[in-house]
Nanobody, 125 residues
């Protein structure tokens, strides 16, 4: 299984970016997918996740600004980030597992077996 994240870059505050996570060796029959991020000098934190047959879950810090979607035909997960803020600056990691994680655990990094290499998002003020 491989997760390849892309789409990061430099954007001004208020702008948008779309991150992509291309999956290989991964089936969409049962899964949990998501994104975590790590800002400079801070611990890694949950951003968003989606599970088989479920609605996306978002961290409070991004709720209403970020959306999460999947394209099974392309085996890709997307994180659309709108109204970006300087505090969104971080390395974003795509994560996944072949299990449908229980809802109360989707924010737990340890639940995810596969991690992408990370893509840097920089939001300037």
């Amino acid at each position: 299984v491989q997760l390849q994240a892309s789409g990061g870059g430099l954007v001004q505050a208020g702008g948008s970016l779309r991150l992509s996570c291309a999956l290989s060796g991964f089936s969409f029959s049962s899964y949990s997918m998501g994104w975590f991020r790590q800002a400079p000098g801070k611990e890694r934190e949950f951003v968003a996740a989606i599970r088989t047959g479920g609605s996306p879950n978002f961290a409070d810090a991004v709720k209403g600004r970020f959306t999460l979607s999947t394209d099974r035909a392309k085996s890709t997960v997307y994180l659309q980030m709108d109204t970006l803020k300087p505090e969104d600056t971080a390395v974003y990691y795509c994560v996944g597992t072949r299990r449908r994680i229980i809802l109360s655990s989707v924010r737990n990094q340890g639940e995810y077996d596969y991690w992408g290499q990370g893509t840097l998002v920089t939001v300037s003020s």
